[in-house]
């Protein structure tokens, strides 16, 4: 069976929405904006201004208006404090921001009521922001900053979809750092980038769990490609049923504005119960290294999903290595289409550092199991793998790779060691069309060419 390139139809819908860049057009009356004299503001003093929109009561800060922070002042967050937002409003941080909480504190910025749906805090300076220890209900965090942007021990819950991600790059600005973050049960994406924004970052210890509740076609990191690392991450669906967020991959990088410097990292992640787990759309280098990814098969149609790791770029332009991942469970195990180079182990080749080392098992649909699925025209070398059979033979790991032998207008997966290759040339000249696929008189694929009787090869009747 020929696997569709509709496979990422899902993914390309949901790359194209990131050219929708938040306005957040916004009806809540303009508050007061600051003197731009060089005077530092927090939550405090701006309840002591009249008309600023906010006020103290009840043990905690309600934020009423749009309020401004001018570019030569400063803003500080007060330190254990309860801020309220009202429906549409948010904080504009033009000059210096510092939203850090010292540790063994924290504040919270959440909404006025269950009613409300604020937008966020919007850092929109030079300088950049650092933010700590700081949680984030119902509204979220948004950069349009030429300075780093760098977020530690912060958490982001119930984000109420008013931008594109709880955490949102909408313009590039020096790489930023989040670290040790904690993204639960937002509507959309939990850390995004639009689609003409090349946010270099770090994503460092984060935990994302069931993020994009409103089961659209965005995954739970859902970024344009960059000067990037995904490192020690968790990237939890819902284990409990495959309903569930059943549209929402696990990571997501893409690449239309021709970005070049994509330098992209995801190592040591554990990513689980998503639609897919990572995938890639358009010109990308990437490194996918030590990860887990299981069970990324909540995708009714597999034919639209459910890749372990997919990789698409009409473009061929995107050069990925894939070595030292855990990769069971899903749909598919990974699905290539398109694309310059994809290597999934060659250790003999010492000009890359592609061990290879990938774990497969159990990647597979109705009784048919797909560990790795060479959906292009280029050759892939996957050696020194443990494929998902029980014999790891010629014959065996055949049955859970398609390429060129199933397909002659596909690019060849080169499996067997260099070693293993050079024997079987030399046992079966340089017709390679003698690995293509055996079949029974009732179309049965074989598993290995039988000794003696009636088979069909190359559409052709053997008898032996």
Known sequence: MKKKETLQCGLLTLMLSWFAISTNAQNTPSGFRTANDGSTYSFATLAQIEGSGVSFNDGCYLVEKNDTISANDKFALDADVLVKFADKTTLVILGEANLSVPDDHSTTLTRSSDKATPYSIKIDNQTGATVRNVVFEYLGLESVSTGAINVNHCSFKSHNGNAAAAL????????????????????????????????????????????????????????????MLIEGCTVEGDPNSLKSNNKVGGIGISNFMGFTETSTTIRNCTITHNRYGIGTVGPVQVRIEGNTILNNNHEDNPMNGGSGISLYDPYSLTNAIITGNNIRGNHWGITIIGCKSVNVGQPENKEIDSPGNNQFGENGFNGQLYDLYNNSTITVYAQNNTWGVDEQTPDKIE??????????????????????????????????????????????????????????????????
């Open 399 to 464: 049955s859970v790779i398609f390429h060129k032998a199933d397909d002659s207008k596909l690019g060849k997966v080169i499996y067997l060691s260099d070693q293993e290759e050079a024997g079987i040339r030399q046992a079966l000249g340089t017709d390679r069309q003698q690995f293509s696929p055996v079949f029974n008189l009732k179309g049965t694929r074989l598993q290995s060419i039988p000794t003696h009787g009636i088979y069909i090869k190359d559409g052709k009747k053997v008898v032996r």
């Open 168 to 227: 949102y790059f909408i313009s590039k600005g020096e790489k930023s750092t989040i670290s040790n973050c904690t993204f639960e049960l937002c509507e959309k994406a939990a850390i995004g980038s639009s689609a003409n924004a090349s946010q270099p970052m770090n994503i460092i210890d984060c935990n994302f769990v069931r993020n994009s509740t409103r089961n659209g076609n965005v995954p739970q990191i859902n970024v344009t490609a960059s000067e």
